[in-house]
């Protein structure tokens, strides 16, 4: 029976101190007293350093929306009583059994290995091929990450939408097996839009933690940002912008205006992408957590300079600039098949003179 739950590290302070505030608390003592639970066990459960039983999740996770609650459910690991003494392989395939059936399971190990999303990968840890220098497209993988990746001790993972970021997900996966020799793998989960790319490899965390200076856990909180290096270099730091638009950047459609904008909760990276996009000639404006603009010109420019390698992003810029037509997000879906064939990263074709108002 999987009667307890850990949540990831990434998680686990968000977890409790959402619930804190919910219930106007002021320290993880009051909150343990709140839901009568034990001080010294409760600090265990809030360290991870003990697994939380189902029915003191539910008690704890009473004051969460259901939205919230399957954002954090969605990304636990459902765990035995006896965890500890089978915390090996076989626990690691009863957990994916668990989440998302024997079926899924089987496909995962037809593709030729085991893709639990909370635990090590076995198979692509050895083989790594660990790049001499640092080129676009591992600069663009940073700022993927820096967009809207996570990093654990074994593993990085990737979120995406599951209805537009499967192409732009197998494209990240060729960048990854070309420039490290290693398979990513990608996941949908269940019952909702969510789709991870997942690499599993501490050698391919290792060398993203040592070149670009990347800790664990929370990047807000780490105060995670573009090196200085990949800043100075023209060609890095287009690629590493690409990167960071195509996961938390949009091209939206504002009337009979298509948009450009990149959002983020840390004022450190979000200064950054501000500066680069304001000093390269894209980006006009810095408003409460978003930067961008809306002047079509700058768009046109960065399409030509920066281009994406995302689908919906190219399909919304070339629609608008061939067509003239502004399409909204969903709209793109029906132009996936004529657009799946384009070389990533896609850079548009505009004539300098075409730049100007």
């Known amino acids: 029976m999987r009667d307890r739950i850990l949540l990831p590290e990434e998680l686990r302070e968000e977890f409790f101190e959402i619930i804190k505030s919910l219930l106007r608390l ?86 030729g290995g085991f893709a639990n999303p909370n635990r090590p990968h076995p198979v692509t840890s ?18 993927v990450y820096l967009g809207d990746g996570t990093l654990t001790e074994y593993f990085m993972r990737i979120s995406g939408d599951k209805r537009f970021d499967h192409n732009y997900f197998e494209y990240l996966s060729g960048v990854i097996k070309r ?42 909180r780490n105060q995670s940002k573009i090196p200085d ?13 690409r990167g960071l638009m195509d996961t938390d950047g949009s091209f939206s459609r504002r009337s009979i205006y298509l948009c450009m904008a990149f959002t983020s909760y840390s004022p450190v990276l979000l200064n950054q992408v501000y500066e680069l996009g304001l000093k390269s000639g894209y980006f006009t404006y810095n408003f409460k957590g978003q930067v961008g603009s809306n002047s079509w010109p700058k768009i046109k420019k960065y399409f030509s300079e920066v281009g994406s390698s995302n689908l919906r992003h190219i399909i919304r ?41």
């Open 26 to 111: 002021k320290s993880g003592k009051q909150l343990a007293k709140e839901l009568s639970i034990d001080y010294s066990t409760f600090k265990n459960y809030r360290r991870g350093e003990l697994t939380i039983p189902v029915h003191i999740f539910e008690k704890l996770s009473a004051p969460l929306d259901e939205a919230q609650k399957q954002k954090f459910l969605s990304n636990a690991k459902f765990l035995d009583s006896n965890w500890g003494a089978i915390k090996g392989g076989k626990r690691g395939i009863a957990v994916v059994r668990q989440k998302y059936g024997e079926e899924y399971l089987q496909m995962l190990r037809q593709k």
């Open 126 to 143: 050895k083989n790594i091929i660990v790049p001499e220098k640092i080129n676009a497209e591992i600069a663009g993988l940073l700022g």
């Open 179 to 220: 420039n490290f020799g290693i398979a990513s793998v990608i996941l949908e989960v269940p019952s909702t839009n969510q789709l991870a790319l997942q690499i599993h490899s501490k050698k391919f965390v290792d060398f993203f933690r040592k070149n670009f200076n990347l800790k664990n856990g929370d990047k807000i």
């Open 229 to 241: 290096f990949i800043l100075a270099d023209g060609e890095l730091a287009k690629a590493c912008l």
């Open 317 to 357: 810029f070339e629609e608008r600039f061939k067509h003239n037509k502004f399409l909204y997000q969903e709209e793109t879906l029906k132009y996936f098949p004529e657009y799946e064939s384009v070389i990533l990263p896609h850079r548009a074709r505009v004539l300098t003179a075409m730049i100007q108002p």
